[in-house]
């Protein structure tokens, strides 16, 4: 026990107790709670914050912080639907357009911070007004989606066993985590990218190219922003420049609660996963009792969040003191 409490990993397999324990919680006391399609449905209904908390979790892993992604997603929102239904653009095109210019957004964002040695806090705060600004000067109104490959990913349903099903956003997250994970654990990029976030000096000294880290990672950042941006789109079927309101922090903590330190250099990213259905499960958990607001969600999430960046305080403490 001593050692688990001591172990980096502690945090991690704390959300992953967590998760358990909360659905044990739900199957116990609401009847289907624990049926396979509600399972599924946190998968569902939270494509687009796991695709951001990936996203999220390189940006953490590095030292830094992106507060511009849900602004990013409503971005993309809106700019897929303007190109849609006013341009007439393909949907092809329009896929590849948003996704180029959400990495090209994020890349400007991590160029800046590297150039100018800015705090990441600022900068992305900057990029969420602006993004979230550019929103309004295409419409202030939502904008309905109908292109026939948008409605088709929509209402498509990949069948499973059981008479399941997933959405084609769920396993578009589900491949973005693979990738995550195989960029952080099997590549030269995810190795530099642990070493900035463990110490900035010592990885100059080991001849490392911060700069060009630093830009890709806020690059992967706005790349999976405007990823979850389309996704939401294929699941709201609409442009507007409220979408996303919060997401930014809904990202944050789950990657906090699936055990990525906030100081950088440690954690997994396939945390990401265990702490967006931490979050789901609470959303789920609150739905099912009916009794409750659902801004019980948001103060559930805030004290975990406290408790988690606590403990990791504590343990970080604890092991500089040894």
Not at 40 to 54: G, M
């Amino acid at each position: 026990m001593k050692r688990l409490l001591s172990a980096p990993s502690f945090t991690s397999w704390v959300s992953v107790v967590l998760m358990a324990v909360l659905f044990i919680a739900g199957a116990a006391n609401y009847t289907g709670f624990a049926s396979t399609q509600v399972v599924l449905n946190l998968l569902i209904d939270n494509a687009f914050l796991l695709v951001i908390a990936v996203g999220m979790s390189f940006v953490i892993l590095s030292g830094g912080i992106d507060l511009s992604v849900g602004s990013v997603l409503a971005l993309t929102t809106m700019v897929a639907a303007w190109l849609l239904q006013v341009a007439q653009w393909p949907a092809e095109a329009v896929i590849v357009l948003v996704l180029l210019g959400g990495a090209a957004f994020g890349a400007l964002q991590g160029g800046v911070i590297h150039v100018f040695k800015l705090q990441p806090f600022i900068v992305t705060l900057a990029g969420m007004f602006l993004a979230r600004g550019l929103c309004f000067l295409i419409s202030v109104d939502s904008v309905t989606i109908d292109a026939p490959l948008f409605v088709a990913l929509s209402q498509t349903q990949i069948p499973l066993f059981g008479g399941a099903f997933l959405s084609p956003g769920a396993v578009i997250a589900l491949v973005v985590l693979g990738l995550g994970l195989w960029i952080a654990h099997c590549t030269a990029f995810g190795r530099t990218i642990y070493a900035l976030g463990g110490s900035e000096a010592s990885a100059l000294m080991m001849g490392l190219n911060v700069g060009r880290t630093k830009v890709a990672v806020y690059a992967l950042s706005g790349f999976c922003a405007s990823l979850a941006g389309l996704l939401f789109a294929f699941y709201m079927l609409s442009g507007y420049g409220q979408h996303g309101q919060g997401v930014e922090l809904d990202a944050i903590a789950a990657v906090v609660i699936g055990g990525t330190v906030l100081t950088g250099g440690y954690g997994y990213v396939a945390g990401a996963l265990s702490g967006v259905l931490v979050l789901g499960l609470i959303q789920t958990l609150i739905a099912f009792d009916g009794t409750l607001s659902s801004w019980w969600t948001k103060i559930v999430i805030g004290a975990l969040l406290f408790v988690f960046c606590a403990v990791q305080r504590l343990l970080s403490l604890k092991k500089a003191a040894s």
